[in-house]
C-alpha cells in the first residue's frame, strides 16, 4: 500500500550514473527527487527479515524508498539512485541500503572535510622520508629536482604521461613494502606502525566507532610537476568498491591548485576544487560516491601523499556485501581501541561472523 508519493523539486545539475565524469557542463540535466513511502508489502516485509533476522512489528517501521531520478533534456528519465531507509515511527533512521545493498555512512560522513593532527604525534613526514631513502631534512615537494626525476620530466616532452610504474618514488615505495614484508625491515615497519597508530588513535575518534575495517596497505601517490595526470576521473564504486567505504587522503606535502586531488565535496554537487591542505591535515572525503581525479600538475611542486579506506562498524555499514571483494585479513585489517585485530584470534573471527 502506497501511502505517499513525490516531493521535493530540486534543480541541482545532476548527472547519469553512466557518466564517465561532469566535465562538460553544458549538458545540464534537472534532478528530481521524489519519496514513496510503502507500508506492509512484501518487498517490506523481505527488507526488515534482512535488518531484524524476524519479521517485523507490523506499524512499528517504515520503509522508505527514495529515489533520484534524472530527466535530460528530452524528458527521458532514468532512475540514478535509489535508497531504501527504514525508519521507526518517530523517524529515528534504522537503516539505509543504496541499490547496491550496501548502507553509507551517515551524511557528515560523505561531506569533504579537512581534519587536523599532531604531526609531532604521527610523523608522517618523517616516516615517508625514511620509506623513500631520502634525507632527514629533505623536502619531498622538490623530489623532482632529483637527478633520477629530472630524467622523467625531461621524457615526458614525448610523452606527456608518466604512470606509476615509471616513477622513481613509487618504485622506491613498492621496494620498501616488498623488502618490508619479506623481512623485519624497521624503516617499512616503523611506518607501518604509525600507521597502525594513527588509525587506532586517530581514525577511530574521527569516526565515533569501536572498531574498524581498513586498507591492509595505504596507496602512495607521488604527483610530479609537468608529468600529467595518472588514472582518469571516477567513484570508487566504479571498481566495485562498496560505498560504505570511507577515504583518507593524507598528504606530506602541501597540496594545491593542480599538484592535488580534483574532487567535488559531496557526490552530484560538481563544486569540483583541488584538496588544499599542508602535513599535519588529512582529508575525510566520500571517494567511493564523488568523482575525483587528478590533472597535469602544472606547479612547481612534487605532492606526495598516502591514502586508504575504511569502514565502520556500525549495523549496516559492516555487513556481508562490504567484505565480499575486499576481503577482511586480506584487503582489510581490523583495528580497535586496543590495538590491531590479530586474525584467527576469537575477536577476530566474531568480527568476521558480525558482517554475515
Ligand atoms: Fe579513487
Known sequence: MVLGTLWNEDTTPSYGSKDPIPLDLRHKEHARRSTTTIESDEALKLSLKEVNGSESDEGQQLLHKEILRIENQDGHESIHKELQRIENKDGQRLLIKDERGYVPPPDYLQKEAILDYDLDRFPFVN??????????????????????????????????V??????PWNKAYQAARNI???TEDCIWWDFMG???????????DALSVDYVAFQSYPSF???LPYTGAVGRPHRDADYAHGSSEINYWLPVTEVFDTNSLQTESKRDQSDFHPIVAKPGQVCQ?????VFHYNVNNETNATRVSIDFRVIRKTEGEWSAESFDKFRLGEYFKIMSRSGLVEVDTPEFKWLVQEAR
Open 127 to 160: 616516516a615517508l622520508r625514511k620509506v623513500l631513502n631520502e634525507n632527514e631534512d629533505a623536502d619531498l615537494s622538490q623530489l623532482h629536482k632529483t637527478i633520477s626525476c629530472q630524467r622523467i620530466v625531461t621524457a615526458t616532452t614525448q610523452r606527456p
Open 162 to 167: 608518466v604512470g606509476p610504474r615509471q616513477n
Open 180 to 182: 618490508g614484508v619479506r
Open 194 to 204: 604509525l600507521y597502525h597508530d594513527f588509525v587506532q588513535n586517530y581514525i577511530l
Open 221 to 223: 601517490r607521488c604527483h
Open 285 to 289: 572525503f566520500y571517494g567511493n560516491q
